[in-house]
């Protein structure tokens, strides 16, 4: 979990530096089995750890931190996406939509 808390901390710091190509959106609260499956599906990197899970993604089938979905047990998730995209399930908050550049 340490190396996915320091590639969302980077993520972050680097989105915020670019603002206005990142977007946050709370989504929908899931269960580490529905971040997990949907994380393999989209070829990204699970991580979980005491305080909750989620799944980075390069947004084009690989792992990395340009798409990321963060949940704290018991809340509400967090989608982390390029852009001003607005994810409406956790699979269109993992990759990019299809013809987007890379």
Known sequence: MRNFAA???????????GSALANEVNI?????DEIKSACSKAGGSFSQDA???GCGTDCHGGPGTD???SCKN??????????RRKPT???SALQAPAGSPR
């Open 7 to 17: 590639a969302v901390l980077i993520g972050v710091l680097g989105l915020n530096a």
């Open 28 to 32: 929908h609260k899931y269960t580490a």
């Open 51 to 53: 305080g909750g899970y």
């Open 67 to 69: 798409c990321l979905v």
């Open 74 to 83: 018991g809340q509400a998730c967090v989608a982390q996406v390029i852009g």
């Open 89 to 91: 399930n956790l699979l």
